[in-house]
């Protein structure tokens, strides 16, 4: 596909929503292509939050976020134009590098991951603060959907057909680990690949996705969706399909909101997710 | 130790029936030796128990079998012919899945995700849904299909989970201490549904157990373990060996010798 393919696409779903939608809001074209980014990764967000949350993994995708952060301070420093490709490198190796030392040694999982979510985040910081620039990264921790590009949706679209494709190849196996390990191993999963796949997903959505989101919400808003959903199901299918259902509703509500309060809109949408969390822990007890 | 010596020469061959032979077998946790020249040899339709004490080494036995614990030593599996037929496939209850009993998943789910490529989260079929119901009757358990994993009492979840070992049908299954968390009734028809399917499928099977009544009256052999293979042989040959006794302490062969008294002569010899 060309990048006149990609306008033409785009043009034709700002045709689409000025249609079928015919608000205030949606006669900006930020705000179509961040409906657009919001459809591509809030999907994705509720998908792989199920595994994060099933596997107790909360701490470590948030640790993921640091690294991601480190790793665009280190493409600056380097001077690439574009700090994300740096980023995403840098994070998949900070995730396999926690994976194999989580599996191998004997320490508690959150101490190691602790530990390395430290070094990350202070490394991070010290490279962005050097020369006294700080400022110009202070987007990172916010984040900010409305800059999206339509570059980057194409970007975005690409990676939402790889995880699909992928979550497709491995759940079966990331939900037997998950379940538990020695069952996994005697039906002969290879528990430490599986984990690594996975995590270098989620290292993979969380760097990319962390300046449209910003470094400090971009966790709640794997877990929230997929914690809301494990209240009120009771099979792997609906929790899948209720987390995503969760993301997506959220996303949408608060992008809207962001635009009528005037706020930023990834927290807006944590705080729709958080909303929806209290609801469903109150239908808990129904779903026992 | 000169009847082990006797037993392990007697095993070399496989006698025309399938078999599965532990090789040598050593486990060490750090500096710890925790197993040692561990050799076994299960024949087919047999059930052997591995007792021993706490911290002798039973379930890490297991563990070593299934290759989830580094060890040196081989498992062979050998068919009818006493031909090296490679890996066998092993079946395996575990003490006890410790698992989120909040995890939104399905006993279908559960059995999907280990048998089937479909991947669980996007759809299910008849098809799956009759073989599983199937699997589950094999152990009288069809009517949990749609419960949560997490919502199963202790001895649902180990019907399940046997149901889950014996598909596909292995060569050898492994139950590791399946009494934890059970009544005595739930254990007794547990162990007759062992029974049952081990006689209909020739299953060759390795109970590591605590309850020595039960062992007694369902274990073709006993092998008494405590870091290495402290003797081996059939109920009553490891139940009269005083190394069990020393082991287990006195008050329950007294109370066996009791019980079996009529038969005591008959052990004996």
Not at chain 1, 24 to 39: P, R
Not at chain 2, 44 to 71: F, Q, R, W, Y
Not at chain 2, 213 to 227: P, T
């Amino acid at each position: 596909m060309t990048i006149t393919g990609v306008k033409q696409m785009l043009n034709l779903w700002s045709d689409f929503i000025t249609v079928i939608l015919p608000f205030q809001w949606a006669d900006y074209d930020f705000m179509k292509n961040a409906l657009l980014a919001i459809l591509l990764i809030t999907p994705l967000f509720g998908l792989l939050g199920t595994m994060i949350v099933s596997n107790k993994m909360a701490f470590f995708s948030d640790a993921l976020g640091h690294g991601a952060f480190t790793g665009i301070a280190i493409g600056s420093v380097i001077g690439l134009v574009s700090p994300i490709f740096a980023a995403v490198a840098f994070s998949i190796v900070f995730a396999l590098i926690i994976t194999v030392i989580k599996n191998k040694s004997r320490a508690s999982t959150d101490t190691i991951i602790g530990v390395f979510s430290s070094i990350a985040i202070a490394l991070g910081l010290v490279l962005m603060s050097l020369g006294g620039s700080f400022n110009k990264y202070s987007s990172y921790l916010i984040g900010d959907l409305l800059s999206i590009t339509p570059s980057e949706i194409f970007i975005l679209i690409g990676v939402f057909i790889i995880v699909l494709f992928l979550w497709s190849v491995i759940f079966n196996k990331l939900l037997m680990v998950s379940i538990n390990q020695s069952l996994a191993r005697s039906r002969g999963v290879n528990t430490l690949l599986v984990e690594m796949i996975f995590t270098t997903m989620v290292a993979v959505i969380v760097t990319i996705s962390i300046q449209w989101v910003g470094l400090l919400i971009i966790n709640s808003l794997l877990v929230l969706p997929a914690a809301a959903a494990r209240n009120i199901t009771r099979n792997v299918r609906q929790y899948t399909l209720v987390s995503i259902l969760i993301a997506v509703f959220s996303g949408i509500c608060g992008l809207i909101a962001s635009y009528y309060l005037n706020t930023a809109t990834g927290a807006t949408i944590v705080l729709v997710s958080g909303i929806i969390f209290f609801i469903t822990l109150g239908f808990k007890n129904k779903f026992e | 130790m000169k009847e082990l010596k006797e037993q392990q020469l007697n095993d070399v061959q496989c006698s025309g029936l399938c078999c599965t032979k532990v090789k040598n077998f050593n486990v060490n946790f750090g500096n710890t030796k925790v197993l040692e020249n561990v050799n076994l040899h299960i024949h087919c339709g047999e059930l052997t128990a591995i007792i021993g004490p706490n911290g002798g080494g039973k379930s890490t036995l297991l563990k070593a079998m299934l290759g989830d614990v580094k060890h040196t030593g081989q498992l062979e599996y050998l068919d009818g012919k006493n031909k090296d037929s490679g890996v066998p496939v092993i079946g395996y209850v575990p003490q006890n899945l410790s698992f989120d009993s909040g995890t939104p998943t399905s006993v279908l789910d559960l059995f999907m995700v280990c048998n089937s490529k479909i991947p669980a989260w996007l759809l299910t079929t008849k098809g799956i849904k009759n073989k599983v119901r199937e699997s589950l009757a094999m152990v009288k358990a069809e009517h949990l299909i749609n419960r949560r994993i997490g919502a199963l009492s202790g001895g649902e979840l180990q019907r399940v989970l046997l149901a889950l070992a014996l598909d596909p049908i292995p060569d050898l299954l492994l139950l590791d201490e399946p009494v934890s968390g059970i009544d005595q009734n739930g254990l007794e028809v547990f162990y007759d549904t062992v029974s049952e399917l081990r006689k209909k499928y020739d299953l060759s099977i390795i109970l590591v157990s605590h309850d020595l009544d039960l062992v007694e009256k369902y274990a073709d052999r006993v092998v008494l373990i405590n870091g290495t293979v402290l003797c081996s042989g059939t109920p009553q040959e490891v139940f009269n060996n005083q190394i069990t006794s020393k082991i287990f302490g006195m008050t329950w062969f007294k109370q066996r010798a009791n019980d079996h008294d009529n038969n005591r002569g008959e052990a004996d010899a």
